[in-house]
T-cell receptor
Framework: ELKVEQNPLFLSMQEGKNYTIYCNYS?????LYWYRQDPGKSLESLFV?????AVKQEGRLMASLDTKARLSTLHITAAVHDLSATYFC???????????FGTGTRLTIIP | ETGVTQTPRHLVMGMTNKKSLKCEQH?????MYWYKQSAKKPLELMFV???????ENNSVPSRFSPECPNSSHLFLHLHTLQPEDSALYLC????????????FGSGTRLTVV
């Protein structure tokens, strides 16, 4: 059974600081997705990582994938309040388009 | 608006009621999904439909009954629910190619009283 773990579960950080969210998964997969969820809202797609070594950046967020280590990271640079949300990673379960989600990381940016 | 529309946005129902959740997408996707999101739990996959055929039923109690009449519409019929079924129910669709992942609807917040 595929397991996806994120850490930390909760992260409170000051504006302007850098931090990294980690996503580990238990079985072989080379497709990983990051989503953002604002309170009471749906999930918004952020990044799609499709190969080992993939790196994608959008604004202050950068995601990477290491399929050998079964690890993805979401790096936040110079955080701003608008980035406060819950971030989920999800792994494609054996290429059949069924995504298994991590528990989420609730990020709070403090002014 | 993501292209996946869910109705209603909020639903309160008694344990003896019967209600239905609706999901509609006009993105040309041919796979649709129901997920349950409870507090302090990961998103749980409930059902998967691919080309209108159910390909996954993830040990979901029979009080939840999905229906996919065509590739654009997905329903979740609810009857004799329990209070622990209160959650955010999310519908998603995908083109069944790996590049895009899922597109989610805004969800239905269900409260069972």
């Amino acid at each position: 059974e595929l397991k996806v773990e994120q850490n930390p579960l909760f992260l409170s950080m000051q504006e302007g600081k850098n931090y990294t969210i980690y996503c580990n998964y238990s079985t072989t997969s080379d497709r990983l997705y990051w989503y953002r969820q604002d309170p009471g809202k749906s999930l918004e797609s952020l990044f799609v990582l499709l190969s080992n070594g993939a790196v994608k950046q959008e604004g202050r967020l950068m995601a990477s994938l290491d399929t050998k280590a079964r690890l993805s990271t979401l790096h936040i640079t110079a955080a701003v309040h608008d980035l406060s949300a819950t971030y989920f990673c999800a792994v494609d379960n054996f290429g059949n388009e069924k995504l298994t989600f991590g528990t989420g990381t609730r990020l709070t940016i403090i002014p | 608006e993501t292209g996946v529309t869910q109705t209603p946005r909020h639903l309160v129902m008694g344990m003896t009621n019967k209600k239905s959740l609706k999901c509609e997408q006009h993105l040309g996707h041919n796979a649709m999904y129901w997920y349950k999101q409870s507090a302090k739990k990961p998103l749980e996959l409930m059902f998967v439909y691919s080309l209108e055929e159910r390909v996954e039923n993830n040990s979901v109690p029979s009080r939840f009954s999905p229906e996919c009449p065509n590739s654009s519409h997905l329903f979740l019929h609810l009857h004799t629910l329990q209070p622990e079924d209160s959650a955010l129910y999310l519908c998603a669709s995908s083109p069944r190619t790996v590049t895009y992942g899922y597109t989610f609807g805004s969800g239905t917040r269900l409260t069972v009283v």
